[in-house]
Structure formats: structure tokens, C-alpha cells
């Protein structure tokens, strides 16, 4: 499309530029029309004038819009649409009214089946253009059904309004102020209703939200966290230091209202940090933790534990897991038998959930976790499900990893060298370190699942430097209606 610029003046007064041929000059707060071609990490809208990048807010590809350049720089500028010239066949009614200011799922107007397509396009270009890896087979994309009402936690923050406390999101960009909610498609209906619940009381005790550019204030988070469905539900209030006023009043405004609620928490934060997790907390009443099912396992997740905010998808998750640790339709490995079943070594294993799901068809698990809560519900969980082969350690896995490729890790008893060595590292991947030290111990297989093909990508590459070829990747929707893509990726040393 030949772009025309528009050149704001002044809000009223707009001069119309000739359409442009070079990169444009363009500068903060200049209009332009954009036909919109792609989608950008982090789920923006992409679109050029010649070869200049613009990343657009608020479009789909194939849309055509006029949006307002919000940043210039020498090799792409940013801009929020302000006006939808031709609408894209791609679009859909967004769900909720809060849609565009909330910023929790930005692509709610693009279709779901498109969206998937975007998905797996993103994972195949970053292992491509990220990793330089080619020669992989991609496994179609694993969506969900009914991609609404999926996540199992929230973490609301609080805010003052002059009605009184918020409990809401932050909008995207805003650290310090908090968007007032209605509704949120993505969370189940116990936890929308657990929103209102504490707002109203929160009001009724004339209880300040937090204001994080004071430091003043009293409420600073809500987190609901929920399992089975919704059947079970935690809920934990974490404010600034001080005793939590009218807490009866709070346990039985819960109760009443919410019968699925299990244990209700009092979390308290100190810092300047805005955590909401990891906090020392109080039981008010109830159990600090909640029981889950998944992958045929039941699991015990306490307040400070990671647990997969799609309980859904993680299920689907872990069966694919599982399909590439045990090398189903693949030869044995080397040393493998169908009776013994590989040794794995669960690496980030939160608490146990993917270790203890494969325990009876493996040889034996050993699970490493830095968290002690998350550790200790580990040990809880394999004594809840009669499974005594799978060992806990807990520490850092870089330490672990390289006191095994020394040959100095002192195996817990039962345990051994792996066949299979899974990862499930945070968002950041794993260090080069990290990286060079599950090279030097050598397992057969690696089972790498990742939450961000941005790192997956360059630590597949590394790990070619000790022989291990990426065999194929099947990408999972733990998270529609956002960019986030996970994806499950078998790695073979020749
Ligand atoms: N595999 C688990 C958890 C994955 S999330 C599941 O599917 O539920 C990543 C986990 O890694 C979290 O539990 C986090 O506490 C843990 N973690 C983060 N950094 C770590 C480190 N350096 N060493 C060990 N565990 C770590």
C-alpha cells in the first residue's frame, strides 16, 4: 500500500505528508495509515512503510489503520491506531468490555483458529531465525476446545478509586495505577466472584489500597488460586506490614458466599517489590494449600508453589511429555528396556506434577526445585499417590547440574544417571552455563518444555555443541487470547 503520513500539528490541525518512497522521518505523534501484514513478539500488529518496521497496538493483520506514532526510533517506531480504515476478515468481537484497556489478552479480537495459526508460525520462525535450526519436524499445534475461563489464578492487584479500594489489573504501562473490573473471561466464575466479594468488603471497612508510587497504603494484592475445576478455591489477602483488620468479617463474607473456598491466607509484603507470591503468610482459616488432579496424579499446591495456570492444557501437556520421554513410537534408547523404563531427571519440578505422572512407566525420577514449599509439596504428593521411586532435591538445578557433570552429586539412593534429562525452565531458559553443564552429563534425550521459543531456540542451538539434534517440537495453547505460546521439544544426541 502506498502509506500517505500524516503530520499532526496540533489535535485540531493535521498536514497531510506526500506518500513516502525512503525510510520516513517520522516523529512522535504523527498520524499514518498502515495496512497491517503481520504479528510481532509480544502480539503487536506489524506493518511497514517501505522496509521500516511499525509495530501497531490495537491491530490484526490484514486491517488497514490510522494510528498515532507513540515512539521513533532510526529502525522501527511504535503506534496505537486510532482509526479502523478496512476491518481484517481475521477479526472477531472482542469478549469484554474491558478489551483494550486491560491489556490481559491482547488478541481477544482475532480469531482463535487464526491465533493458533500465529502461534505455531512463532515458534517455527524463532527456532529458525533465533536458533538456525532447520531440520526439525514441528507437530501441529495443540489448542483448547473452549479457550475461555482457563486460568486457575489471579493475582489482582489493589488500587484507590473514589469509590474506594480497586481490585483489578494493572493496564498495560501503568505500575501504579489499577483498572477497575467487571468481568474477566479467562478466569473462572468463583474467582470473578471472590473479586467482588473482597472489594465490597474492603469498602465496607474503608480499607486504602496501595499506592506503589508512595509506598503508602494498606491492601496490596488479592491472589485466587483454584483446582478441580473450581471446586476448591485459595484465596490469600497480602497487604503492607500491620495486623489485617475485620478479618472475621472477612473469613465469613468468604464462606458464606464462596462454599468452594478451602483456606483463606493473610500474606504480608514489607518490600518496595510488587510480589504477590513467596510472601510469609497466616492461615486465617482453612488450609494453606489446594488439591488438584492432573495426568492421573493428585497433587497438593501450596500458596508459594508454581503450579500450570491452565489445569486443562496441562494435561495435555504432560501426556506430550510423556509421548517423548518414553520414546513412544521411537527405538529404545541404548540401555533402555520396555521392564526398567529410562531413568529422568526432572529438572524445575515445581511440585513434582510431571515426575510423579510418569513414575509408574519409568525406572525412576529425580526432581530438582529451588523452592522449599514447592519441595516439600513434592514429597507430600508422592506419598499421596503411593509412589516411592521418584527423589526430591532441593536446590538450584545449575548446581546441581554441574556438581553431576563433575561427577561429585551425591545421588539419592535408587536413583542414577539419566536416559532423560526434562527441563522446564522459567521464561528466561537456562543460562550458557546451564546450558554447557546438561551437555557434559550427557543423557540420550533431553525433553525440553518451554514457556518462551525466544530461549528454547538459542539453547537448542548450544546444545548441538554436545550433540544433540533437535528431533521435532509440538507447540500447546496454555494461553489463549495472549501471544504466550508453550511448546515441547525432543532433543536426541547422535
Ligand atoms: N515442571 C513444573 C514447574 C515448572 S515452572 C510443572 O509443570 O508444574 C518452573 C519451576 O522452576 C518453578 O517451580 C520454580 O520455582 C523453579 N525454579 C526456578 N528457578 C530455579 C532454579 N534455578 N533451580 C531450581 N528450580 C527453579
Not at 465490597?200 to 488479592?222: E, K, V
Not at 525466544?454 to 546444545?463: D, G, M, R, S
Amino acid at each position: 500500500m502506498a502509506d500517505v503520513v500524516f503530520r499532526s500539528i496540533a489535535w485540531s490541525n493535521t498536514r497531510i505528508l506526500p506518500p513516502m518512497t525512503a525510510a520516513p522521518r517520522l516523529q512522535k505523534g504523527d498520524v499514518v495509515d498502515l495496512s497491517v501484514t503481520g504479528l510481532a513478539f509480544g502480539g503487536k500488529g506489524l506493518a511497514k512503510i517501505d522496509d521500516f518496521v511499525v509495530f501497531v497496538t490495537g491491530a490484526v493483520p490484514g486491517d488497514v489503520v490510522r494510528a498515532r506514532v507513540t515512539k521513533y526510533k532510526k529502525r522501527y517506531a511504535e503506534a496505537r491506531v486510532v482509526g479502523l480504515l478496512a476491518s481484517s476478515p481475521d477479526r472477531c468481537p472482542a469478549r469484554c468490555t474491558s478489551f483494550g484497556s486491560c491489556g490481559g489478552c491482547v488478541w481477544q479480537n482475532l480469531d482463535y483458529g487464526v491465533q493458533l495459526d500465529y502461534k505455531a508460525r512463532q515458534v517455527r520462525e524463532s527456532l529458525e531465525h533465533l536458533g538456525g535450526l532447520h531440520d526439525f519436524t514441528q507437530r501441529p499445534i495443540v489448542g483448547m476446545a473452549d479457550p475461555w475461563r482457563y486460568r486457575n489464578r489471579a493475582d489482582f492487584s489493589v488500587g484507590m478509586s473514589e469509590k474506594g479500594a480497586v481490585v483489578g489489573f494493572r493496564p498495560p504501562g501503568r505500575w501504579d495505577s489499577v483498572l477497575p473490573l467487571t468481568e474477566c473471561h479467562l478466569l473462572n466464575r468463583a474467582t470473578e466472584g471472590v473479586r467482588e466479594t473482597v472489594e465490597s468488603w474492603l469498602r465496607a471497612n474503608d480499607l486504602p489500597g496501595w499506592n506503589p508510587r508512595s509506598g503508602t497504603g494498606y491492601i496490596r494484592h488479592l491472589v485466587v488460586r483454584s483446582a478441580q475445576n473450581g471446586a476448591e478455591t485459595l484465596v490469600s489477602v497480602v497487604t503492607a506490614p500491620g495486623e489485617l483488620p475485620d478479618a472475621n468479617g472477612l473469613v465469613q463474607r468468604l464462606r458464606t458466599s464462596h462454599p468452594e473456598i478451602v483456606g483463606i491466607l493473610h500474606a504480608v509484603n514489607g518490600g518496595r517489590a510488587e510480589v504477590s507470591s513467596g510472601l510469609e503468610s497466616r492461615v486465617l482459616w482453612g488450609r494453606p494449600f489446594l488439591l488438584e488432579r492432573v495426568a492421573g496424579v493428585s497433587l497438593r499446591v501450596s500458596i508459594n508453589a508454581f503450579f500450570q495456570t491452565n489445569t486443562l492444557m496441562a494435561h495435555e501437556l504432560y501426556r506430550i511429555v510423556s509421548r517423548e520421554v518414553l520414546a513412544e513410537g521411537d527405538a529404545a534408547a541404548p540401555g533402555e528396556t520396555a521392564a526398567t523404563g529410562p531413568v529422568v531427571w526432572d529438572l524445575y519440578s515445581g511440585v513434582g506434577s510431571i515426575g510423579l505422572s510418569l513414575a509408574k512407566q519409568v525406572g525412576s525420577v529425580l526432581a530438582v526445585e529451588a523452592v522449599p514449599a514447592a519441595v516439600a509439596d513434592a514429597r507430600e504428593n508422592a506419598r499421596l499417590n503411593g509412589i516411592s521411586d521418584v527423589h526430591f532435591l532441593e536446590g538450584d538445578v545449575a548446581k546441581v547440574l554441574r556438581d553431576a557433570a563433575d561427577g561429585v552429586l551425591t545421588l539419592p539412593e535408587g536413583s542414577a544417571l539419566p536416559d532423560v534429562v526434562l527441563i522446564d525452565p522459567p521464561r528466561a531458559g537456562l543460562s550458557k552455563k546451564a546450558v554447557s553443564r546438561v551437555g557434559k552429563v550427557g543423557a540420550p534425550r533431553i525433553v525440553y518444555v518451554s514457556c518462551n521459543p525466544a530461549t528454547l531456540a538459542p539453547n537448542a542451538a548450544q546444545l548441538q555443541e554436545y550433540g544433540y539434534h533437535l528431533e521435532r517440537v509440538t507447540p500447546v495453547d496454555m494461553f489463549p487470547h495472549t501471544p504466550h505460546v508453550e511448546c515441547v521439544a525432543l532433543l536426541v544426541r547422535s
